[in-house]
C-alpha cells in the first residue's frame, strides 16, 4: 500500500499498531490525533471490565439514546461520534488528496463507517469490528464515500487466539 500520512491515537495499543506498520509504508512518521482516540469513559470507569463495570453502575440502556450519559463521568455516544466526525473532517481538509493510514480502535471504526454510510449512530444494525482488522474507505468525491473492505483481519490468520485479540 502506498501511504502518504500515517496518524494514529493517543493510546498505546494504536500506537504499537503504527509502529509495527510505519516500515511497510516506508517509515512514514506517526502524528497523533487524539480525535481518533476510542469512547471515553472517563476516569471513574477507565480500565473497569464490563463486568466490573455493571456489577458497580448495573445494566445501562447504550442503544435508545445517543445524549445519554452511559458512563458516569465519560463521554455520551453523541459526543464520541461529534469528536470522531471532527477528527474525519479535520484531517481530511489537512491531507486533501492524500492516502491516510490511521491506527485507532473498534469504536472509532463503527462511528467513521456510520458516518460515511450515514446511518444513524445506534440501532438499526450492529457493526463488530474485529481488533486488528483493516478497513478500507474512499472518498469518492466530497460527501460521498466507498465501502473498500471492512473487517479484513486474513492477516492474523494462523495465529493464536490470543493474539488476534490483542489490540
Given amino acids: 500500500m502506498v501511504a502518504d500520512v500515517l496518524i494514529s491515537s493517543q493510546f498505546a495499543r494504536a500506537l504499537e499498531t503504527a509502529e509495527i506498520i510505519a516500515p511497510a509504508l516506508g517509515a512514514l512518521p506517526i502524528e497523533i490525533v487524539e480525535g481518533f482516540g476510542e469512547h471515553d469513559p ?60 490511521v491506527a485507532c480502535h473498534g469504536g472509532v471504526v463503527d462511528a467513521a463507517l456510520r458516518q460515511a454510510l450515514r446511518t444513524a449512530q445506534l440501532g438499526v444494525f450492529e457493526i463488530n469490528t474485529v481488533n486488528t482488522s483493516i478497513t478500507e474507505l474512499q472518498l469518492v468525491k466530497p460527501g460521498r464515500w466507498k465501502l473498500v473492505r471492512y473487517n479484513d483481519h486474513a492477516h492474523l490468520a494462523g495465529l493464536p487466539r490470543e493474539t488476534q485479540r490483542a489490540g
Fill in 42 to 101: 472517563g476516569v471513574e470507569c477507565d480500565g473497569l471490565s464490563f463486568d466490573e463495570f455493571v456489577a458497580r453502575y448495573g445494566s445501562r440502556d447504550w442503544e435508545s439514546d445517543p445524549f445519554n450519559v452511559g458512563f458516569p463521568g465519560g463521554e455520551t455516544l453523541a459526543s464520541f461520534h461529534l469528536r470522531v466526525g471532527e477528527a474525519i473532517s479535520q484531517t481530511m481538509r489537512r491531507y486533501e488528496g492524500k492516502t491516510i493510514v
